[in-house]
């Protein structure tokens, strides 16, 4: 009998524990929002990826010290995709369905972007993406955002740009990645309305180490005017290098996948006078007084002191995401739907890129004047003088 009692009462205190365990377990969960990001740190796209984790991460420590969204710790999961749509897939059926995530950050690319647009939605998993093409949010998914400005604005800027230059005649180049095709599209959609011809198009390979071949083609068309190229890779600063190898002047526009300083120190003497669109936060300190200059200092200097590498717009984009996430969060608490619909209602949010503005039928949040044009000079980005 004495047996008998001892084991109900071990087996009575395991349950207690169990019930205990439990519950610790329930608050430990409810103390906290899991959130996901796909980016690739690695491979071709790592000048995107590299400072978008650096940054991501650096925020949510700041905001987990803090004491978290409404006294919730954020458990980040970062997954490097390396830049790869088939491992952007399989990372975004992982952390939706086996670690449950709140949300997603990334991916980087708009290749990977659009290649778990559908998985998100489908899931019911909020998304905000940190690439530039429009396809990610037009057509809209109720569940997918974006922080980077779209390349439909990057085009026209570029373009606005040389019609005060005069250039009627240019030639495109992309690289054969999902930036490249979206903003190839761009171009050429949007040509027709600022007097701008594309006498000639090139694709190359993303991996490319050599482009003399290209460059060489393209130099014996003399109706080139100036030379559009599309990419996030360093081939965008081989492409520089060989271009100036062949003694050919003409004035090289990138796309704001050039907006990293990696690229023009890659592209060394050849990356001066190239044109691009990009944020205001590569000039900052050059901004009047006021908020948005406040708060991209903030960033910068927190960014610059801690990693010891310049800023760049693409860590911006996960510390927009982040920024728009956590406000969100903080209004709609654990239902997720109310977190979504409290994203389409942020209005005024200064972010790195710009001034955000979401709504039900916007999910990019940025208009044309999130871009401003900057050019290199002297290994610098400035901006770019009328």
């Given at each position: 009998m004495k047996r008998a009692s001892v084991a109900r009462r071990i087996t009575r205190l395991g349950g207690l524990c169990f019930v205990i365990l439990a519950m610790i377990t329930s608050f430990?969960?409810?103390a906290t929002v899991k959130i996901g990001a796909i980016l690739a740190e690695t491979g071709p796209a790592a000048f995107l990826g590299g400072p978008e984790a650096r940054s991501l991460r650096m925020l949510v420590e700041e905001i987990n010290a803090a004491g978290g969204i409404k006294g919730k710790t954020i458990d980040l999961i970062v997954k490097d995709s390396g830049g790869s749509p088939e491992k952007a897939v399989s990372f975004a059926k992982q952390l939706i369905e086996e670690e449950k995530v709140f949300a997603i950050i990334g991916p980087s690319t708009s290749g990977e972007s659009l290649s778990i647009k559908k998985i998100a939605e489908d899931g019911k998993t909020i998304m905000i993406s940190c690439s530039a093409a429009e396809m990610i949010v037009n057509p809209v998914a109720k569940h997918v955002f974006k922080t980077a400005p779209s390349d439909s604005y990057a085009a026209q800027q570029i373009f606005m740009t040389m019609q005060k230059k005069g250039i009627r005649k240019i030639a495109v180049l992309a690289g054969n990645d999902g930036f490249g095709k979206a903003g190839k599209e761009q171009l050429a959609k949007n040509a027709p309305?600022?007097?701008?011809?594309?006498?000639?198009?090139?694709?190359?390979?993303?991996?490319?180490?050599?482009?003399?071949?290209?460059?060489?083609?393209l130099k014996a068309n003399h109706e080139i005017q100036a030379v559009v190229n599309w990419s996030i890779v360093p081939a965008q600063s081989i492409l520089a290098k060989n271009i100036r190898q062949a003694a050919w002047d003409v004035p090289i526009y990138q796309s704001h996948g050039f907006a990293n300083i990696?690229?023009?120190?890659?592209?060394?003497?050849?990356?001066?006078?190239?044109?691009?669109?990009?944020?205001?936060?590569?000039?900052?300190?050059?901004?009047?007084?006021g908020p948005q200059k406040d708060f991209l200092m903030k960033y910068k200097n927190a960014y610059e002191s801690r990693f010891k590498e310049k800023v760049s717009t693409f860590g911006g984009h996960t510390y927009d995401a982040m920024t728009i996430l956590a406000k969100a969060i903080a209004v709609g608490g654990d239902d997720r739907e109310q977190v979504r619909l409290a994203i389409e209602n942020i209005n005024g949010l200064i972010g790195t890129a710009g001034t955000f503005n979401f709504s039900a039928t916007d999910h990019g949040g940025l208009g044309m004047d999130a871009f401003a044009m900057l050019t290199v000079k002297n290994g610098q980005f400035v901006l770019l003088e009328d």
């Open positions: 430990a969960q409810a309305n600022y007097g701008i011809t594309i006498v000639a198009e090139e694709v190359y390979d993303k991996n490319a180490t050599d482009l003399t071949a290209i460059v060489a083609k990696k690229y023009a120190e890659a592209a060394g003497a050849a990356a001066e006078g190239i044109i691009f669109p990009a944020s205001r936060l590569l000039v900052a300190d050059s901004l009047p007084e």
